[in-house]
């Protein structure tokens, strides 16, 4: 079964068990930037300068990856010059989240369950159905970032976008974060992918960055 960088996040981001969403936020902005990575890498976008533009509208065959293909050609075609990665991450993260629910979903991986929040509040919430797909992802992420073996070009993607999304306790909870994370920033910088995905990397950390430092001072404030 073939699953996207954003099924990946979000796998790791819901309890097992209660099907509640770990680091809420930072992971929304991580499952937007694992569909875009997932884009750049299929050759459909490209993200250069902290911008991003759509290079083919061929689709892919992942109806999760296609529609976005389709929202960001349609909203870019709008802009007078190519938007900022920023903007699309802000723009769609909601949505992308809820998409990416729905294609787990729909995959079997998880199910929705209906709960009352202090008996008033309706929340939906996703446990697992099935755990082969997390349990090799989890097995995968530790044999690079902790056993040292070479990542191919997704797994190292995901990483670096766990990395810039500081998701570091859901992906490894069972390692504290000072020791994982130099792990994690050796991989993303490091020289498994070709320049311009590793560029694409990096502009997506640093809107990343940027975007986790807004909502801490907007949530500070």
Do not use: N
């Not at 892919?60 to 991450?89: F, H, M, N, Q, Y």
């Not at 919430?125 to 690079?144: K, N, Q, T």
């Not at 130099?182 to 809107?207: H, K, T």
Request: net charge positive.
């Amino acid at each position: 079964m073939t699953v996207t960088l954003a099924e990946e996040i979000m796998l790791l981001s819901l309890d097992d068990a209660s099907g509640a969403a770990q680091e809420k936020q930072s992971a929304s902005w991580a499952v937007a930037g694992g569909i875009l990575l997932d884009l750049v890498l299929a050759g459909r976008v490209a993200v250069e300068g902290g911008r991003l533009r759509v290079t083919d509208l061929t689709p892919t065959g992942v109806p999760l990856l296609d529609e976005r293909l389709r929202r960001i050609a349609e909203w870019a075609g709008r802009k007078s010059r190519a938007p900022k990665v920023t903007e699309w991450l802000t723009k769609d993260h909601p949505k992308a989240v809820r998409a990416t629910v729905d294609s787990l979903c729909g995959r079997g991986l998880v199910r929705a369950e209906q709960h009352k929040v202090l008996g008033l509040f309706p929340v939906t919430r996703y446990p697992e159905a099935d755990g082969s797909v997390e349990r090799e992802l989890r097995d995968r992420l530790r044999a690079v970032a902790l056993g040292g073996a070479l990542p191919d070009t997704r797994t190292a993607g995901l990483l670096a976008l766990v990395h810039g999304a500081k998701l570091h306790r859901v992906a490894f909870p069972e390692v504290p974060r000072k020791e994982i994370a130099p792990r994690l920033e050796q991989i993303s910088a490091g020289q498994w992918a070709s320049e311009d995905v590793r560029r694409a990397i990096r502009d997506m950390q640093a809107a990343m960055t940027v975007i986790l430092a807004a909502t801490v001072v907007t949530i500070a404030g």
